[in-house]
């Protein structure tokens, strides 16, 4: 993030414009909507800019810049067509740690504009960090069709009900009374104008003051890629008061979670738990009885060796409320992204999932059952064992040949995807630098990514 976004209170503040044509116009109608005091600074100025500083009580100084206009103002914006004017401005302006805005100028910017969506008091700001203003335009324009014109009534109503709220409810029964109130009727009265009416409402859903039951959200994260979270998990991520999560959500997935949320990391490795899953287990329980809206965040899909039916199993006897949310599982999700179909008509009439994980460093699999050949195999969390799994499978009588893809990071920008045959590939991933998490793809189809894969990041 190249820009730290915030909202600059600038009512009745002084902020120092330096132009007089049309795109200063175009800054001070933005600088009058934000309720500045305006001092203009040009030695001419149109005549429509002119009556706007009048009307919102600015003052047109009808000269050149000065260095001494700097002072006592709380933010500059330029707005001439004279580069070196520009860049005077901003030198001068950065050395004394004042904030300044250069139109067009991103490199002699400490501060810029977004495209706004003013629904005051709701505000919507999108940057492209001065990357590309025109899609940030068009985002803009998108969203905008989306938000209803009453909803910055709806702001305003709340923000006068807030008070009200913090003395009847205690903090953690507050977000689910505003919950409430924004699904009802209150807030579409408010949006409407009917304040009388909305506040009626309102003060009703406030007396229930009804007891806060706490639920979990056992979550499936997908992959890895973000934008392969369902709208579902989305939806929940945003809900949450506290998250639990493991190793294979990544920092990006974990952006997408509500920012108040309190985040306990329950990872595990391969010998290595940084909570038993009992105790997993138990804080789901503990944390869902103090009423809070608890999620479960795993990566891939939590009933696909994610241990999700051991953690619903608990709260089911312990009578707390839950929902599951299924994410793509890492076989298809990787699969898809390497170019991989698990099933071919050529190649593949059936596929089994299987796990990688070393018991007592043996899998504890039925190897008899794998060795046919119109089958596609995909082994979880095989990378510690992808020797011992692919030695085995030819012992059993699967041939050497047969193709098979270790498939690294899958989904992201780091995927790597690395082919050969059960004879060739423990040697192959051995001399290279392979990080979990990955999958083992092993069959004919694993042949077809040479010729279908579609996702190549740069590192690949």
């Known amino acids: 993030m190249d820009y730290f976004p915030f909202f600059f209170d600038l009512r009745q503040q002084p902020v120092l414009l330096v132009g007089g044509g049309q795109v200063a116009l175009r800054k001070a109608r933005l600088l009058a909507k934000a309720q500045a005091r305006i001092n203009l600074v040009s030695p001419q100025c149109i005549t429509e800019l002119q009556s706007l500083i009048t009307a919102t009580g600015g003052q047109w100084h009808s000269r050149g810049y000065q260095l001494s206009d700097l002072e006592g103002v709380c933010l500059v914006v330029s707005a001439t067509d004279d580069s070196q004017l520009n860049t005077e401005i901003s030198v001068a302006c950065k050395a004394r740690f004042l904030p300044v805005n250069v139109v067009d100028e991103r490199s002699l910017c400490s501060v810029i504009t977004p495209a706004i969506i003013d629904r005051s008091p709701l505000v919507v700001a999108i940057s492209?960090?001065?990357?590309?203003?025109?899609?940030?335009?068009?985002?803009?324009?998108?969203?905008?069709?989306?938000?209803?014109?009453?909803?910055?009534?709806?702001?305003?109503?709340?923000?006068?009900?807030?008070?009200?709220?913090?003395?009847?409810?205690?903090?953690?029964?507050?977000?689910?009374?505003?919950?409430?109130?924004?699904?009802?009727?209150?807030?579409?009265?408010?949006?409407?104008?009917?304040?009388?009416?909305?506040?009626?409402?309102?003060?009703?859903?406030?007396?229930?003051?009804?007891?806060?039951?706490?639920?979990?959200?056992?979550?499936?994260?997908?992959?890895?890629?973000?934008?392969?979270?369902?709208?579902?998990?989305?939806?929940?991520?945003?809900?949450?008061?506290?998250?639990?999560?493991?190793?294979?959500?990544?920092?990006?997935?974990?952006?997408?979670?509500?920012?108040?949320?309190?985040?306990?990391?329950?990872?595990?490795?391969?010998?290595?738990?940084?909570?038993?899953?009992?105790?997993?287990?138990?804080?789901?329980?503990?944390?869902?009885?103090?009423?809070?809206?608890?999620?479960?965040?795993?990566?891939?899909?939590?009933?696909?060796?994610?241990?999700?039916?051991?953690?619903?199993?608990l709260l089911a006897s312990q009578g707390i409320p839950f929902e599951v949310v299924p994410g793509i599982t890492a076989a298809s999700g990787c699969a898809a992204y390497a170019g991989i179909p698990l099933t071919h008509r050529d190649h593949a009439q059936s596929v089994r999932f299987i796990t990688g994980h070393l018991k007592d460093n043996q899998p504890n699999i039925r190897w008899a059952e794998l060795v046919a050949d119109d089958q596609t195999l995909v082994f979880y969390m095989s990378l510690q064992g992808l020797s011992s799994i692919c030695s085995t499978l030819v012992k059993h009588g699967k041939s050497p040949e047969t193709p098979a893809a270790l498939i690294e990071r899958g989904t992201t920008p780091a995927q790597r995807v690395h082919s050969g045959t059960l004879a060739t590939l423990p040697a192959l991933a051995a001399g290279r630098e392979i990080h979990a998490p990955t999958l083992l793809i092993i069959g004919g189809v694993a042949n077809l990514h040479h010729e279908l894969a579609w996702f190549r990041p740069e590192n690949s």
């Not at 990006?252 to 940084?274: F, S």
């Open 128 to 313: 492209s960090g001065g990357a590309a203003p025109v899609l940030a335009r068009r985002l803009r324009q998108t969203i905008e069709s989306l938000i209803p014109e009453g909803i910055g009534r709806i702001a305003k109503f709340a923000d006068g009900l807030r008070e009200k709220v913090k003395a009847s409810l205690p903090e953690n029964q507050r977000r689910n009374f505003w919950e409430r109130f924004f699904d009802s009727s209150a807030a579409s009265l408010a949006s409407q104008g009917q304040l009388v009416k909305a506040e009626a409402e309102a003060l009703k859903i406030l007396a229930t003051k009804q007891s806060i039951e706490g639920e979990v959200y056992l979550v499936g994260a997908g992959p890895g890629a973000p934008d392969l979270l369902t709208l579902r998990a989305l939806q929940l991520m945003q809900q949450a008061d506290v998250v639990l999560y493991d190793r294979l959500v990544s920092p990006e997935i974990m952006d997408k979670v509500r920012r108040d949320a309190d985040r306990i990391y329950v990872g595990k490795r391969r010998a290595e738990h940084t909570l038993p899953q009992g105790q997993i287990n138990q804080l789901l329980v503990e944390l869902a009885r103090q009423g809070k809206r608890v999620l479960r965040l795993k990566g891939g899909d939590p009933f696909i060796f994610g241990r999700g039916g051991e953690e619903i199993e």
